[in-house]
């Protein structure tokens, strides 16, 4: 409360008048990044940067990864592209709300024009292609930027993350030009404009309105990364903010905070554990170049974070639990919709993320999977199942399965941010191809009925309680009432995994083992009341975009995803078990069964199973699905 009072006396303060930033002197930045040589850029990266670089000048941009947009020139920065508005709005930026635009229209989509991606596309193409009209164009672009957004003016200074994208893409957007300019004096004057025009309030807005509170998630992280970042490449800047050791303290603080001993971030999001570490890993990076060692506890930290993530995430067909903005930090990779797949390669040492490599260096020691080392929890087996015994994520791998079981908290802090209802949800691949898959995030603001419908437990394939309202209860975009119990995991006595999330007035109970054959698994669901009584329940197996699904009988269907087949039966406890094909969702239907989200902004639905238990026999021995090959 005393920050949020704090952050409105400064907001009043501020539109009253801003300091003055004419005042600073910056040249050229030094240390961090270190660029290697032009021509060691791998092939694939320079044939990548020949055709995206004619892309962007033709105004063909991507949001998020995967979405395509057509952009003007220069780029209409307060635009959502998808919607086809445009907002600009030049008010104070703390009067505006980015949480209450037109229906249809989300503030992230306009934020991702001005974390300048593209430009920094542009500046590599100039750096290892030596393309001066990159050059020029990525400094027009910045230029009218800057018009269009004086500081604190407008949508884009709404959140102080996109001013912390921001400082980290001017770092590497100076250290990238910096051979164009040194032989264009009239590029060089103009971009030194750009740097005293830019960097002083950037600096400035993101130390005194850093994120705290629920916000102090990736937000505080990038927040924190962008200032250290740009104060290690301009001293100078530390009278806007603060001297360098403080931020780094603060950093080093909240790596810890986020990152839980064995490496899970605690927001229990897949695609921020990414997102959170390439934070990190710049950071890290930058501190090395000005000589300011990194503890080892912190080191181990966020060599466990990268061992989650190759265990957790699967590269040939990556699918997130959690919220997911499908973001990411600065494009060291080569395609864009290929960003978690060579992250995962280069966490591997693998030639996959050679691109990444080139830019930032080796990664962390290999990841182990027995150990986090100095600092670090090691991994639990039960079962046959490897769990992480903070993150309460567990997986397996099984001959051509590969399975991830959701048993985590709810979410980040006691507002529980970014957290879904996922606890029991099991996602499976077959042979790297996804199988059963989580929901998604579909948007954050655009649609606030999907949100909260992917976010929900029904949605998630989880056993969920027919008879009470959802618990716990949703409050905002992002946060929750409360937090649910942890869930357990304990070896049952009769094989297999037993997973339990107690409720108020209700125990949910998964067991998952393989068939005896060895040829697929077996899944018990029951619902419990407190009273130990069985209690009605669903369970929605939901499988991925592009799969067929057959019914061979009044319990057994076959699965067909490319050259895939899954066969699927289920135990006659079950008092129904309806499929997608059931009942075909008519085209003006505002029905959301089977619609999943593989990326933010991308919504498609796809066939599933809705399975229901009334208790009987079940409820003593289990109501059963199996699937095997």
């Known amino acids: 409360m005393l920050l949020h009072a704090r952050k409105k006396v400064r907001q009043k303060l501020d539109a009253r008048g801003l300091p003055h930033w004419g005042e600073a002197v910056l040249g050229p930045g030094a240390r961090f990044p270190v660029l290697p040589a032009p021509e060691a850029a791998p092939p694939a990266l320079r044939t990548a940067l020949q055709g995206r670089g004619g892309e962007l000048l033709a105004g063909r941009w991507t949001a998020f990864g995967h979405l395509p947009l057509q952009v003007e ?32 229209t989300d503030v992230k989509l306009i934020w991702e024009l001005s974390r300048w991606y593209s430009l920094v ?135 810890l905070a986020q990152f839980a001993p064995d490496g899970g971030n605690r927001e229990q999001a897949l695609n921020y554990q990414l997102f959170s570490f390439e934070f990190c890993w710049q950071v890290r990076q930058a501190l090395g170049t000005a000589g300011r060692p990194i503890p080892g506890d912190l080191d181990a930290r966020l060599a466990a974070a990268a061992r989650f993530f190759c265990d957790i995430q699967v590269p040939t067909e990556p699918w997130d639990y959690g919220d997911s903005d499908s973001a990411y930090v600065t494009p060291l990779f080569t395609q864009e919709a290929a960003c978690c797949q060579e992250w995962w390669h280069w966490f591997r040492g693998e030639a996959a993320g050679e691109s990444i490599r080139y ?118 975009p992002f946060l929750w009432q409360s937090h649910h119990e942890v869930p357990r995991l304990a070896a049952h006595p009769d094989g297999g995994g037993e997973g339990e999330l107690r409720l108020p007035g209700y125990q949910l109970r998964r067991r998952i083992l393989p068939v005896p054959e060895g040829s697929g698994w077996r899944v018990e669901d029951r619902c419990l009341s407190t009273a130990g009584g069985p209690a009605p329940f669903t369970v929605r197996w939901q499988f991925a975009p592009g799969a067929r699904l057959l019914r061979q009988g009044d319990r057994e269907f076959i699965l ?46 796809a066939p599933f199973l809705l399975l229901t238990g009334l208790g009987g026999a079940g409820a003593k021995e289990g109501f059963v699905s199996e699937f095997r090959v």
């Open 73 to 104: 020139d220069p780029p209409r920065w307060h635009k959502d592209y998808l919607a086809g508005a445009d907002l600009e709005n030049q008010g104070l930026a703390f009067g505006l709300n980015h949480r209450a635009l037109p229906s249809g």
């Open 560 to 605: 067909r995803r490319g050259d895939l087949e899954v066969r699927m039966s289920f135990g006659p406890a079950w008092a129904e078990v309806l499929s997608s094909g059931d009942r075909p969702v008519p085209p003006d239907e505002r029905s959301l069964d089977g619609v999943v989200s593989p990326a933010f902004r991308r919504v498609e639905r």
């Open 121 to 255: 596309r542009l500046a590599q193409s100039a750096y290892v292609l030596s393309d001066t009209a990159a050059a020029e164009k990525c400094i027009a672009w910045l230029e009218d930027w800057v018009a269009h957004n004086p500081p604190c003016r407008g949508w884009n200074w709404t959140s102080a993350l996109e001013v912390g994208m921001r400082l980290i893409q001017f770092c590497w957007i100076d250290a990238l030009l910096l051979p164009t300019l040194a032989s264009r004096a009239d590029l060089g004057s103009r971009f030194e404009r750009l740097r005293e025009a830019v960097l002083p309030p950037h600096v400035w807005f993101a130390w005194r309105y850093r994120s705290f509170g629920s916000s102090a998630n990736n937000h505080l992280l990038g927040e924190l990364a962008g200032l250290v970042l740009a104060l290690v490449r301009w001293p100078a800047l530390e009278r806007w903010a603060a001297p360098l050791a403080e931020i780094e303290s603060a950093w080093r603080i909240e790596t």
């Open 359 to 476: 830019w930032i260096g080796p990664p962390p020691p290999p990841p182990s999977r027995t150990g986090a080392g100095e600092g670090g929890s090691p991994l639990e087996e039960v079962a046959g199942w490897q769990l992480y015994p903070d993150s309460r994520i567990a997986f397996r791998t099984s001959g051509p399965w590969q399975l991830r079981w959701d048993l985590s908290p709810l979410g980040y802090l006691k507002t529980a941010a970014h957290g879904h209802l996922d606890a029991l949800h099991l996602s499976v691949w077959l042979k790297g191809v996804a199988v059963l898959v989580d929901p998604g995030t579909g948007a954050y603001y655009a649609d606030k009925r999907l949100r909260a419908w992917l976010a929900s437990r029904a949605a998630h394939n989880g056993p969920s309680p027919l008879t009470v309202p959802e618990e716990p209860r949703r409050l905002g």
